[in-house]
């Protein structure tokens, strides 16, 4: 079974300019997760999605940050204009369905961002 | 106060030793623990699921969780250097939305 796919897997950009990642989850789960990872930290989440629809957003920082999951499948997540504190490891997750897994997200190997 | 807190370690430990890794967490309204592992450049990995207060245990790993001192533990016995990464304990209150701790750095050396 092919894990959860992430692309980039490495970005280094300035501060001001933007950048999108790309998520293609597990096959079949409905529940996409964006994470934030900043070096020494827990991943945080950013974003949570039910199919195509958006669960929790409330950690989103919503003036520079957008992600969308068009059709309940792949996603985006973009930052615009990007800051010296966006540096981080952006993880994607899935899992099966709300309230109907054991905790078990599968993460992918997540993309690395450095903003100089 | 931090929803979850976690030592971050590192935690160096030489190959057969018992580990101990731990965590806190602020509400008591939360059910579900689990422990997570993340290799270096690696996404995590679930390693334990805990619901409420016990024990676990799967081969080497036992997870812990005593919730009236909001306290959860894992214990990796006759630990390997393959065991060498960041555990991350995690908290929720139904599986869905997870709260990770910092994570703690264990390196075991042969």
């Known amino acids: 079974e092919a894990g959860v796919a992430q692309s980039p897997r490495y970005k280094i950009i300035e501060k001001r300019q933007s950048v999108a990642f790309w998520c293609n989850p597990i096959?079949?789960?409905?529940?996409l997760y964006w994470y934030q990872q900043i070096l020494g930290q827990g991943p945080k989440l950013l974003i949570q999605?039910?199919?195509?629809?958006?669960?929790?957003d409330s950690q989103l920082p919503k003036d520079r940050f957008s992600a969308e999951r068009l059709k309940g499948v792949d996603s985006t997540l973009k930052i615009q204009p990007a800051k010296l504190e966006d540096s981080a490891v952006y993880l994607c997750?899935?899992?099966?369905?709300?309230?109907?897994?054991?905790?078990?997200?599968?993460f992918g190997e997540g993309s690395r961002l450095t903003v100089l | 106060q931090k929803e979850v807190e976690q030592d971050p370690g590192p935690l160096s430990v030489p190959e057969g030793a018992i580990v101990s890794l731990n965590c806190t967490y602020s509400n008591s309204a939360f059910q579900y623990f689990m422990w997570y592992r993340q290799y270096s450049r690696k996404g995590p990995e679930l390693l334990m699921y805990t619901y409420s207060s016990g024990n676990k245990e799967d081969g080497r790993f036992t997870a812990q969780v005593d919730k009236s001192s909001k306290y959860i533990s894992l214990f990796i016995r006759d630990s390997q250097p393959s065991d060498s990464a960041t555990y991350l304990c995690?908290?929720?209150?139904?599986?869905?939305?997870?709260?990770f701790g910092t994570g703690t750095r264990l390196q075991v050396f042969p």
């Open positions: 999605f039910q199919n195509n629809g958006v669960v929790d």
């Open positions: 995690a908290v929720s209150y139904n599986t869905d939305k997870l709260i």
């Open positions: 997750a899935s899992s099966l369905d709300r309230g109907k897994n054991t905790g078990e997200l599968f």
């Open positions: 096959s079949g789960h409905a529940t």
